[in-house]
């Protein structure tokens, strides 16, 4: 049992991720039907050049200790390997999220677009023994101010952390 809030995993699909964002996936129409391939392709936002990394986040408690949210980028992440993993959103809004408005959702193989200002963890929550690995797409400036050259009031950028009683993700 948790002393915080407990957030029960949800299955991750385009209508269930809606409200942060959008799931990578098939349209049901292709944006280029062609011969050898059918094209998709999706509304990324960044108003800088981007930064492409490879994140292994690591096996850790579940325990959502900081959030952020940007508003410059529409961050994604592509889970690529290793164990599934969990993510935790809440809802674009100018306020920081009660711990009752986080949701979290299980990605294993899958990818996602948070809209921008969508309020997410910081870290995501592997649910095995291996870390999560990610393609991560960003911008530059964003990462700049957040890892390169650390700010303690960023720009770009909103981070929270829930101090007492961090919100638990709850696992079977």
């Not at 809030?5 to 942060?20: C, M, N, R």
């Not at 990578?24 to 108003?47: A, G, M, N, Y």
């Not at 990610?134 to 960023?154: I, M």
């Amino acid at each position: 049992m948790t002393s915080g809030h407990g957030i029960e995993i949800e299955t991750l699909t385009p209508e269930a991720f809606a409200p942060f964002g959008r799931v990578f996936h098939p349209h049901e129409i292709p944006d280029f039907d062609l011969p050898t391939k059918s094209v998709h392709r999706f509304p990324w936002q960044c108003d800088g050049p981007l930064i492409l990394q490879l994140i292994s986040f690591k096996p850790q408690p579940f325990k959502v200790h900081k959030i952020e949210r940007h508003f410059h980028v529409t961050e994604s992440r592509m889970h690529i390997g290793g164990s599934p993993t969990v993510i935790v959103v809440s809802e674009p809004a100018e306020e920081v999220p009660t711990p009752a408005k986080l949701r979290a959702f299980r990605l294993d193989r899958q990818g996602i677009m948070f809209k921008l200002g969508t309020w997410h963890a910081v870290d995501a929550y592997p649910l095995g023994n291996e870390p999560g690995l990610f393609l991560f797409l960003s911008d530059k400036e964003t990462q700049s101010e957040l890892f390169d050259n650390p700010v303690a009031e960023p720009k770009r950028s909103i981070i929270r952390t829930y101090d007492e009683n961090p919100p638990e993700i709850l696992v079977d």
